[in-house]
């Protein structure tokens, strides 16, 4: 039986279509064109547009947890093992053929190279190597997959940090977690179906826009959880107004927003709204529920850092995380660090304080959340990724100095994935003995996010909307997915 709110849609006769059309027949043809394009697309307007909705092909991970490090992570001082580099510590970089770009500016200018004041060693049956900045992140080498030598297409933070959360270096694309609501919707109505803490320190470069919508409608952008009082901000009832009269107000607007819409059936925004309305009455009760923490075991409480003063922010963004994920809320995005200071990652000076500092605060609570997910059962319905916006250099320019730095690296970004179908253990992509850059073609971010999608059961190319007269996509172009990722 349809819903009931499908009764109060008067579907327009193709005659109406045809006299308003500029081109009759050839309307109807490309009215064909566009009812192939992607199922979310031919779904009711009117049904809520967050319902779930099935999967292009079956893959294990339902749900995604995306770790955004802000600023720029240094790939040599944690995930990339360059022993070349500390025997040119304090000189310059041997001649780089094929440079351009910023790249290529900062290498023709006086530079020398900075060796990692870390010490790395081999874990897991793989043999993975991990500076010792992330002792417990290397208890997982086994479970994770690497991706090195990703690049993105522009050195400066605003760009790459667009390009990595959103497939475009510019304002006003989706994000990727937009792109996964779309194609999805989400299993619990009484949630987001995409969900955003952000440091509780300050907002990320570019603020909103790294989780908003872009072109895809209102309802699949980011909703952001506050770190302190009310979890979403207006969320709370007024102190004057009961549930039910609440409930009888909404009802009122309801029907009166519905009347309206059926007189403007393009008009698909309106219906967000109306769907907006509802969420949020859910949540009144759901939101608080899911954030109070009070429930949690020591263990657990322990096992993702929230006792330590410098773990506590991160482990409780991680935590969450996880009970966002049990709630069935789709895609959780979690920013660490602010703007470019001192709490983000962008070293450049000082690239050991700064490392060890950032790395601090992450390490244990991203161990918890792979360690809890694991031991609940949950791992293989979640994907995790962990990204930053580039990587840096293993030079800095101008001399050494006491406390030397790195610059940035659009060639040098590394990135890993766990749970789901993702082939644990893998490696991807290879840099120079410098870790400069990738020794074959480097992977454009696009295929990585092209291996997201399916990953979580998307298909790249058929998940489009059509925007300004054009088919969009995440990948814009198109990507490839990486299938040495994939088990």
């Not at 297409?153 to 694309?173: E, I, K, R």
Request: with cysteine; glycine share 10%.
């Amino acid at each position: 039986m349809l819903p009931s709110d499908i009764t109060e849609y008067s579907p327009v006769s193709r005659r109406h279509v045809l006299q308003n059309a500029f081109n009759g027949v050839g309307t109807l043809a490309l009215g064909h064109l566009l009812s192939t394009v992607v199922q979310a697309e031919t779904q009711s307007p009117f049904l809520s547009p967050l319902s779930e909705r099935p999967a292009h092909h079956r893959r294990k991970a339902k749900h995604c947890i995306f770790l955004f490090m802000q600023g720029g992570v240094s790939q040599v001082d944690s995930f990339e093992y360059k022993p070349e580099l500390q025997r040119l510590h304090g000189k310059p970089l041997p001649e780089t053929p094929d440079i351009s770009g910023e790249l290529q500016g900062r290498l023709s200018f006086p530079h020398v190279c900075v060796g990692s004041p870390f010490r790395f060693s081999q874990h897991g049956e793989t043999g993975r190597y991990f500076s010792n900045l992330f002792p417990h992140l290397a208890r997982h080498a086994d479970e994770l997959a690497f991706i090195h030598g990703v690049k993105t297409d522009n050195q400066n933070h605003g760009p790459s940090t667009l390009h990595v959360t959103t497939g475009s270096q510019f304002h006003g694309s989706p994000s990727v977690g937009s792109w996964v609501s779309y194609g999805l919707g989400t299993t619990n109505q009484n949630m987001p179906g995409y969900v955003v803490i952000q440091d509780p320190r300050g907002a990320p470069v570019n603020g909103a826009a790294v989780w908003g919508n872009g072109y895809l409608p209102a309802s699949y952008q980011g909703t952001l959880l506050r770190s302190k009082g009310t979890p979403i901000l207006n969320l709370d009832r007024s102190d004057n107004l009961s549930r039910q009269q609440q409930r009888q107000e909404l009802d009122t607007l309801r029907w009166l927003n519905r009347k309206h819409r059926n007189q403007r059936q393009e008009n698909l925004e309106l219906e967000a709204r109306i769907q907006a309305y509802e969420l949020a009455f859910r949540m009144q009760i759901a939101a608080p529920e899911l954030m109070n923490l009070s429930g949690e075991s020591d263990h657990t409480r322990r096992l993702y850092g929230l006792e330590d003063p410098e773990t506590a922010n991160f482990g409780h963004q991680c935590l969450l995380a996880r009970r966002l994920v049990e709630s069935g809320v789709r895609y959780t995005l979690l920013v660490h660090g602010v703007q470019i200071n001192q709490h983000s990652w962008d070293d450049h000076g000082n690239v050991k304080d700064g490392m060890i500092k950032h790395s601090r605060e992450v390490d244990a609570p991203i161990a918890g959340l792979l360690t809890d997910l694991k031991q609940r059962g949950m791992l293989d319905e979640t994907l995790v990724i962990w990204a930053s916006e580039m990587g840096r250099t293993p030079f800095k320019n101008g001399t050494l100095g006491d406390k030397p730095g790195r610059e940035h690296n659009s060639y040098g970004l590394v990135m890993w994935m766990a749970g789901g179908d993702v082939r644990a253990g893998a490696t991807i992509g290879q840099t120079d003995p410098f870790g400069l850059r990738s020794t074959d073609e480097p992977i454009p971010i696009r295929n990585v996010h092209a291996t997201i999608l399916h990953l979580l059961g998307l298909d790249d190319q058929r998940l489009r909307y059509l925007h300004a007269g054009r088919l969009r996509q995440l990948t814009d172009i198109g990507g490839s997915v990486i299938e040495n990722l994939v088990s």
